[in-house]
Structure formats: C-alpha cells, structure tokens
C-alpha cells in the first residue's frame, strides 16, 4: 500500500488508478481515498518496485509514499 497526500475525492482517485495502471505489472489498483491511500496487485511476473509506483504518481502531480 502506498499513501497518497491529497486523494480526498473522486476525481483524484480515478486520477490515481489511472496513473497507477499505466505501470507495466499492475494488475489491479484499489483506491481508499477515506484513508489517503491505494493498493496494487501485481501481474505473477511482474518486478515492479514501490519507487516505480511512486514515480508514475508523481509524474501525474500526485505526491505518494510508502508507509511507514
């Protein structure tokens, strides 16, 4: 799971998921915007890192993080 800063609505969850499923290897994105953050389920193969997830967030202007 990965936090989100400003994921408060509709808009920028779609904007999230979007950003999120263009990484090659995600399968699937769950966004909790009551909790500020999303989940992602990985292709079987896929070796995609929290830091390409967090890159493709922010290339969008979305601030992300792992949690700590």
Do not use: C, H, R
């Not at 969850?13 to 909790?32: E, F, N, R, S």
Request: charged share 25%; proline share 3%.
């Amino acid at each position: 799971a990965l936090k989100v800063d400003g994921l408060k609505d509709e808009k920028t969850a779609a904007a999230t998921k979007a950003a999120l499923m263009k990484v090659p290897g995600v399968a699937k994105v769950a966004v909790y915007p009551a909790q500020g953050s999303v989940g992602v389920q990985f292709d079987a193969k896929a070796k995609t890192t929290s830091a390409e997830l967090i890159e493709a967030l922010e290339a969008d202007g979305l601030t992300a993080a792992n949690f700590k």
